[in-house]
């Protein structure tokens, strides 16, 4: 079941490699297998979108969106500082 689930999660990703959400879809099928690095890694690719999408956000003044995104960023990783400085 979790073997499916990376398979067509990876399919989603190559088809739309911005989108944030099939990243931390794999990786709860990852660490359904125990595959703890593979989800971290995941996690940080997913991490790593909010924050360019946040960017991207606040240089056009959309500042509501921009927040949203830095508080994924944060809600994925509280121990980074600098969501919570742009933010």
Do not use: M
């Not at 959400?21 to 709860?28: D, L, Q, T, V």
């Not at 595959?35 to 003044?61: C, M, P, W, Y």
């Not at 994924?72 to 509280?78: D, K, R, T």
């Amino acid at each position: 079941r979790f073997d499916k689930a990376i398979e067509d999660f990876t399919q989603v990703i190559r088809l739309n490699p911005k989108s944030p959400e099939p990243y931390s879809e794999r990786a709860k099928a990852y660490r359904g297998l125990g595959e703890e690095e593979k989800a971290a890694d995941d996690l940080t690719v997913k991490s790593s979108i909010h924050q360019d999408r946040g960017g991207f956000h606040l240089e056009n003044k959309k500042y509501d969106d921009s927040i949203a995104e830095y508080t994924e960023v944060i809600a994925l990783n509280p121990n980074n500082h600098k969501p919570y400085i742009v933010r």
